[in-house]
DNA sequence: CACAGCTCTTGTCGCGCGTAAAAAAAAGTG
DNA sequence: CACTTTTTTTTACGCGCGACAAGAGCTGTG
């Protein structure tokens, strides 16, 4: 913006001094690709010479549909969530759309005053990470018959106009295959399930095992909450001091629990890793951001963020575009990938 | 909201059907302590009933001063930030305000494009956190002159209504001491500061040092943007491998960096930890949310986030209330607390 | 040349609420 | 009871833009 020239205010007034009608102005900024090519670079001229902004109440006071897009995830805190939903917001914002970020913190009553919050804003659509066991099945459910939302890491059979996750059928057996062709097959290591994918994760398991001959082996502890590492801490502390690990192999239900797992058997003495003189070998699942830095950096299961963050995304916009279809709901399931680092 | 009443719509409606005049049901949700006490039960009797909640963009569209407070961090993929993140928004929530999240990622562009999207929402006052030395110092300052803002972790001088932060200079000292106590005297790692944070960090290192009698080491070493555990880890392995380290107890900057160096020193087959039959002692500063789960746990020196958290956005409301005072810009800084752990 | 097909302009309405001023009602006071 | 003070009602206007309709201007086609 160069200086001298006095502030702009309306919409009106930066219209007059481009020499361009309000209304063009107006579907300029709806959608640039809109309007002729020299009218756009001549709008274009003018925003960088008067800074105008438009008024962004008044502009989603009166439109049948906002450029506004919710991202919901349950629990910021983790930086898985917080990887996803930057992918996310970037994507958004490459498009034209509005990103707002909301975090549930694990609780019930926040997810819900999200969903109100989110309604008084008009969305265009949302992109709704739930927070799983814990969501209010009908809250949710009636927020989605308002608003175009696309659920993605957790799933909530029938909710939503698509789904967007990992295929833990298919990464679970990947890494249970891994192990076992390694070593000692796994026991799996989790905790009451905070969202579907535990549970998954847990089935997934118990049919590799069996499918590879093998004796499932299941270690379920106590804890609840989204404070997994200091589950897998505890918990972890108290299995190896009271013997109740099955076999010298764990694979957790996800990364966050094997981090707090790993700091147990640090604690107890045990040395992790694969190979002559390990005590203990162990896994986890998701490639969470900070699994190359544990002691040993943590053999896991990557998940695809940045392709989860892109589909869900492409799949509301096409949603959008398209109107939504009731009748075929989506699911996209992408397959992780075996990362192999030195716990297992 | 009860089942088979129609929905109402608009404010007008709200009033007619619950006796009382429009004006007033704005005053009400401006600030329920507004009206008397019967007319609030009057009111929200009819909200449970209807469940009406007034069109955001309308609301803000005329109002002076709007309840957006906006939230600004540098990097949300850090635990630390997420978490102080959290504590501001149910901060801003319990007072009546509605809270929005933004995240730089690390990137001056990112940061100057929140600026702009900030102006549009017209915030009541915003909470920032700048990047740093990546910080545009006059886009910062043009955007302060316009909202009222208190800055928090990272200080910028002259900047903003205020500065909420810890102290360096208390909190570096406590440790160091510490660290000269029990063992042999730190040298000080670190990379590129990104912030001032970095800069103190190391002139506090120094200072404890030399007034204790020692000579202050430092590591500097190479590296850039927020990935600090990646850097950490890089130049661990280097420092390490190269025999760069001049002494065995090792002061990082910050615990992301510490538990990058960690990593490093696991892998390289040291053992970290205080007392016989240990190679290296490792302390970081923060208490980051994983420094409990890392192997060993990490030594640190915890800053209070909930204090910064809470003075800040209170520092921010006394503002809003009082009007601002130019003249004299706050500063508050909080002491760290110790934090022993397994790895100092 | 006429005609069609875009794109832009002109003009006008209304969204839902904030806000202000004045009048009316209610509450508090002695 | 009369009086003041607080609270609510009435009435009216305007915020800045979206949306729409009708017409004007430009372009390309045969």
Redo the contacts between chains.
Sequence with gaps: MSSGTRKIRTMGEFAAVSGISRPTVSKYFQDPRSVKKVTRERIETAIDKYGF??????M??NRRLTKNIGIVVPY????FF??I??NI?RRCLDAGY?P????S?GETSLENDIF??L????PAGVLLAPLGRRSERQVVEDFCGDVPTVLFDSEIEGVGEAFVGSDNFQSIPLIVEYLCRTGEPPSFFEMPPVNPNANKRRQAYIQAMESLGHAPQVVHVHGEGWAF??V??REGMRVIAERKLPTDTVLCSNDRLA??F??AA??KGLRVGRGQGFALRVAGHDDH??A??????LTTVAQDYAAIAERSVETLFRLLDQGINAERRETELFPGSLVMR?SA
Tied chains: 1, 2.
């Design positions: 902004r438009p008024n962004l109440f008044a989603n006071q910021l805190a983790d930086p917080a990887e939903a930057r917001e509005f707002m970020l909301f975090s913190h109100e919050t309604r008084s804003l008009k590492e200091e897998g801490y981090i707090g790993l700091a640090y604690e951001p900070f190359r830095f544990t002691s040993p950096s030195q």
